[in-house]
């Protein structure tokens, strides 16, 4: 099977469904206990612009325990104008900040990152199952120093601009990002018309702390989405 033309047909099939409705559910610990916790339930109408989500968290972090829960209905038919066009300004000046490292790495890096997807697409394993459906399944092992660098960057960003909360959350998502050699898995299932139904990521990796002690990291999320 071509997983080019698979890719193509993956995303076309999900830029033409006009209703998004599921959930995410995100679970980190650290050397097995529970530090990080979310479940997203939502549903987003690319017609009317229409978003509705429900969202629980728990975070657990250095003794801190923060739990969160909201419900929230807005409209984005007009995010192009107004309040959004700002927040969008907003957002790309904090991605193009270098000190951050978030700043775009130019033709070379931007290539070096292309020929990475290029071989992630290469090593995705393809299993057919009843009915035409499909699961696709990837292990990695290493990731470009570029893309890290990126990663960490975002997350430094966060923590020196959110509040006192945000930040940390920041900080615990930021450990979980600095583990040494992350192994991520992700398997993924797709339908009869090569819409996403179910994406599961898993990642495992060690962390060196302050004091040279390891310890064990484990993230977990899962989307599902109903068609």
Request: hydrophobic share 35%; with cysteine; net charge negative.
């Amino acid at each position: 099977m071509n997983k080019i033309k698979l890719m193509y047909d993956v995303a076309k099939a999900m830029k033409e469904k006009e209703v998004f409705i599921g959930s995410l559910e995100v679970e980190a610990k650290k050397d097995q206990v529970e530090f990080f916790a979310l479940k997203n339930e939502f549903e987003k109408s690319l017609v009317t612009g229409q978003v509705k989500v429900k969202i629980n968290t728990a975070l657990d972090c250095e003794g801190k325990q923060i739990k969160h829960e909201s419900t929230s209905e807005f409209n984005l038919q007009n995010c192009c104008g107004g309040k959004h066009h700002h927040l969008r300004k907003h957002f790309h000046s904090h991605c193009c900040d270098e000190e951050s490292g978030c700043c775009c790495t130019g033709l070379k890096g931007k290539l070096s990152n292309l020929i990475y997807i290029l071989r992630l697409i290469d090593k995705v394993k393809i299993e057919e199952l009843e009915n035409n459906t499909l699961a696709l399944s990837l292990n990695i092992d290493e990731m470009p120093e570029e893309l890290m660098k990126h990663i960490h960057g975002r997350f430094q960003h966060c923590m020196s601009n959110e509040d006192s909360h945000g930040q940390e959350c920041c900080s615990c998502m930021n450990d979980l990002m600095s583990t040494e050699k992350p192994i991520i898995s992700l398997n993924m299932q797709l339908n009869q018309d090569r819409a996403i139904d179910r994406i599961l990521v898993t990642a495992e990796g060690k962390q060196k702390d302050n004091t040279d002690q390891i310890h064990e990291i484990n993230l977990r999320a899962e989307l599902n989405l109903k068609w």
